[in-house]
């Protein structure tokens, strides 16, 4: 049996793929498609790490605002709301923009 490096390069060349990383690219969004919870799960971590903002990762779940902050809480996972102290505001924008 061949690893999945191979298999990859293989899929790539049979599928006339431009490389492995859009082959690795189609099955994640084919993956997520049928496994709408991995969607959420995904988007969750996206927030909780800080790599998108809360109404991306409501969007990239597929949950309206209210039904994703519900989804948080369920997952005790605090929002960010409300005023942020100088240096906050400072370290997420600089988080941000790099």
């Known amino acids: 049996m061949s690893g999945l490096a191979e298999d990859l390069d293989a899929i790539a060349a049979a599928g006339d793929y431009d490389d492995v990383d859009a ?3 189609e099955a994640v969004r084919e993956l997520l498609r049928r496994r709408p919870e991995l969607r959420v799960s995904l988007a969750v971590e996206k927030y ?3 790599t ?5 990762a409501a969007e990239l779940a597929g949950l309206s605002a209210e039904a994703f902050r519900d989804e948080l809480a369920d997952r005790g996972i605090d929002r960010d709301a409300g005023f942020l102290r100088d240096a906050q505001r400072e370290s997420q924008l600089k988080r941000f923009t790099e």
């Open 52 to 56: 998108v903002s809360y109404n991306r």
């Open 23 to 25: 082959v690795v690219e």
């Open 48 to 50: 909780r790490t800080g």
